[in-house]
Structure formats: structure tokens, C-alpha cells
């Protein structure tokens, strides 16, 4: 349903947004915090979201939004099959994702 090239539109047209590599792979930041990352061969996005968030997801895409298979899916970490999930759904995730890292970045100041 989303292409790599619209995934990344949605991730660019969120304030202050900045296109980052992250080892050969590009990453969204705010703040200098990634919020998303595009794994370009998997034709997946990260989204780090809240544990909460990101089980409330997991739930309603089980095959399509799923925790990175990793110790980085416990912290949030959640992967998106771009063919599978809608522009909607990918939209709701990173602006969740996006306000998380706002609000870490309020706290610290």
C-alpha cells in the first residue's frame, strides 16, 4: 500500500525533520534523536514508538507491525511492512513517534 518514497514524505513533512544516513540507511530525527528509520532493501520503516503504543500497533497489523526481532524492539523499536500497512496507519505511528521525541527533549531541558 506505501511505497519507500512516500514512507519517507510522511516522515519528512513533520516539523524540524531531518534526513540522516544511520549506517547506510537513511534516519529521521528531530532534535538530533532518530524517531524513524528507512530500511530501504526490507521495503520496511522503523518507528520507535512507546511500549504501549507499540503493542497497540503490533495488535492491529500482527503481520504487517511488528518489535524489531532484537533487543532494540524491548526499547520500542517497531518495524512496518510498507506493502502491507496503510499511509494512514504509517502517518498515526510517526507522529506518535515523532511527539515522543519532543517530549523527551522538553523533559531534559
Known amino acids: 500500500m506505501l511505497n519507500l518514497e512516500t514512507a519517507q514524505q510522511i516522515a519528512m513533512s513533520l516539523?524540524?525533520?531531518v534526513e540522516?544516513?544511520?549506517f547506510g540507511i537513511p534516519?529521521?530525527?528531530v532534535n538530533n534523536r532518530i524517531f524513524s528509520t528507512l530500511w530501504i532493501h526490507d521495503n520496511?520503516?522503523?518507528v520507535k514508538l512507546p511500549l504501549i503504543e507499540q503493542s497497540v500497533f503490533s495488535s492491529i497489523g500482527k503481520?504487517?507491525?511488528y518489535p524489531v526481532p532484537n533487543k532494540y524492539g524491548g526499547m520500542g523499536c517497531t518495524l512496518f511492512e510498507l506493502s502491507k500497512v496503510s499511509?494512514?496507519?504509517l502517518t498515526d505511528a510517526l507522529n506518535?513517534?515523532?511527539q515522543a521525541v519532543i517530549d523527551k527533549?522538553?523533559?531534559?531541558k
Open 15 to 17: 516539523p524540524n525533520t
Open 96 to 98: 506518535i513517534a515523532y
Open 63 to 65: 503481520d504487517a507491525i
Open 27 to 29: 534516519s529521521f530525527r
Open 105 to 108: 527533549t522538553k523533559k531534559k
Open 20 to 22: 540522516q544516513d544511520h
Open 44 to 46: 520496511k520503516m522503523m
Open 87 to 89: 499511509p494512514e496507519l
